[in-house]
DNA sequence: GCAAAAGTGTTCTTTCTACACCCATGC
DNA sequence: GCATGGGTGTAGAAAGAACACTTTTGC
């Protein structure tokens, strides 16, 4: 039994300590998934981006710094998701991915992602190194999960947007409709969105545009917004 | 940007990588936490269980193992609960400590842990290492919140357990008293829970004794048993 | 027979769900 | 003036909260 104070330092001599990012985003198909290839670029095998930790950085600025890399944005919704550390889930080296996920509007993302990395939709996932199906299964459980109970569905969508909007985006991630006046008179209530002196206009009649309120980021104790 | 296939190794050579559970029990006074002392006997400063993860171990087995030694218990609740790896929690090296958190019935526990390691009221907790407080505050957050909407109240009870036990380890955790007949209702209803033939004989009436069932570990879709 | 804990139902309030029509704009 | 998406209220069902007395045992 090893503590803090004796350290087995050959224990961790050959383990790589890595963190990984699944950033989600959404666009008019649905919930997207940035993925980047790896060996035969005919039969890419796909991996989830992600960087070797750097001696001088925590796992948040790692994490944070990789994110940033592949999406040119500087501040998104970004949460640990899972430690993978299993010694079966690589053959040549122990192997710890440090997993987040992000969201990003897609309107702010930069066009072209390093390493040609790209976006795939969630229910047509290609070829995936080891264990990323199973990472991008759970990082989606998760974030359909915390849709319910919390107040996440803004993270994906521009700083202004309509109610019909904010909608499609909880039906996208959640795979179901919901009741526009239901959806509306909860989203109200849960008082974490504002109206903005703003509208949309399109095809019908102009969208009142509302806003994500600044000061409910702090404790969102929305629970169960949608059971 | 490091990737899987390229990774940089001098990055990790000093990265110290470990486990550490934090282990609830619950006694007639309430929620107790596992810790072990570090330095001076006299005024110890406390830690988390933990030890280093060896080459050949999963996480999991890492936990698992480190668990099994202080408790004495072979099949106990253990879930992964966050990854700490901030540059700034330990000035002498990388520290990534992946965190774990157990609940055992103190009943089954071995009397003496090794180490020293003793038990510790959560609402009266002595002076503790680096950043052990934010961890045991938040896992003892995962662990009420987790209580609303799942089953893990039985982990801390033995086998067969009466309803009042049972509503008593319920108020202990969340620290709030419940009425008797809603928690009977729901909890009966939820259906995760069943009678034995047995009875618990003590001072009044004697009270009939529940087992968890066990074909309701897989999928506890309990959500928000108590709100 | 009394102390001590177990066990049991009903009413009221709140929340959830299902559902259909009018409104403002662009063309 | 019509096509298109935006916006609004109500009634019935379900779930949650509050609440007090009877039962069984040991002493």
């Known amino acids: 039994m090893q503590s803090l104070s004796t350290p087995e330092t050959n224990a961790i001599l050959s383990t790589h300590l890595e963190v990984r990012v699944v950033i989600f985003s959404l666009d008019t198909r649905g919930l997207q998934v940035l993925l980047r290839p790896l060996a035969d670029p005919q039969h890419p095998i796909w991996e989830l981006p992600g960087q ?91 974030l359909r999960y915390k849709l319910e109970y919390s107040a996440v569905g803004f993270e994906l969508l521009p700083d202004n947007f309509s109610l019909s909007e904010l909608q499609s985006t909880y039906e996208k991630i959640l795979g179901e409709k919901l009741d526009k006046r239901n959806f509306r008179k909860r989203i109200l209530k849960a008082d974490i969105i504002e109206p903005t002196p703003h509208q949309r206009l399109g095809e019908g009649r102009p969208a009142r545009l509302y806003r994500y309120r600044p000061d409910a980021v702090a404790e969102v104790k929305t629970r169960r917004l949608f059971p």
Chains 1, 2 share one sequence.
């Not at 999406?71 to 919704?77: A, D």
């Not at 970004?78 to 010694?87: A, P, S």
């Not at 997993?99 to 990003?104: E, K, P, T």
């Open 52 to 142: 070797a930790v750097g001696l001088d950085q925590s796992l948040d600025e790692s994490a944070s710094h990789c994110l940033t890399h592949y999406s040119g944005l500087q501040e998104s919704y970004l949460e640990q998701l899972y430690t993978y550390g299993d010694v079966k889930r690589c053959h040549e080296k122990r192997l710890v991915s440090v997993v987040y996920f992000a969201l990003i509007p897609l309107d702010k993302a930069i066009f072209k992602s390093p390493d040609h990395a790209c976006w795939h939709a969630v229910e047509k996932l290609p070829d995936l190194l080891l264990d990323t199906g199973d990472i991008l299964a759970y990082a989606l459980r998760r």
